[in-house]
Nanobody, 125 residues
Framework: QVQLVESGGRLVQAGTSLRLACVAS????????MGWFRRTPGKEREFVAA????????AYGKSVKGRATISRDNARNTVFLQMNSLKSEDTAVYSC??????????????????WGQGTQVTVSS
């Protein structure tokens, strides 16, 4: 069983940057592809970014492409999401997810086996 704990969410001003972190435990981190998703009330969960097990392959959602960078540190069992030029529409609960599949889950929400509780990001304009 994989446990995921996110951190870094907070209230920020529009136009600023934020870095979220997600620490994984309970499995060999380097065998997991990782993703970030976000959700706002009344909306479906939205794909934000994903990174492959090695860190070589990444994918980004359209709404954050060019403003977000996903990275991982396998030695620290941690995946990061750097968000720049934040907008009010980035306000959401951000959750990380882990995939044990041999195939890169990428944008496929169904491809993730484990989910964290989420961290709230609020962007004020």
């Amino acid at each position: 069983q994989v446990q995921l704990v996110e951190s870094g969410g907070r209230l920020v001003q529009a136009g600023t940057s934020l870095r979220l972190a997600c620490v994984a435990s309970g499995s060999t981190f380097s065998t997991l592809a990782m993703g970030w998703f976000r959700r706002t009330p009344g909306k479906e969960r939205e794909f934000v970014a994903a990174v492959s097990r090695s860190g070589v392959t990444t994918a980004y959602g359209k709404s954050v492409k060019g403003r977000a960078t996903i990275s991982r540190d396998n030695a620290r069992n941690t995946v990061f999401l750097q968000m720049n030029s934040l907008k009010s529409e980035d306000t959401a609960v951000y959750s990380c997810a882990a995939s044990s599949s041999q195939y890169f889950a990428g944008t496929d929400l169904q491809g993730y086996d484990y989910w964290g509780q989420g961290t709230q990001v609020t962007v004020s304009s």
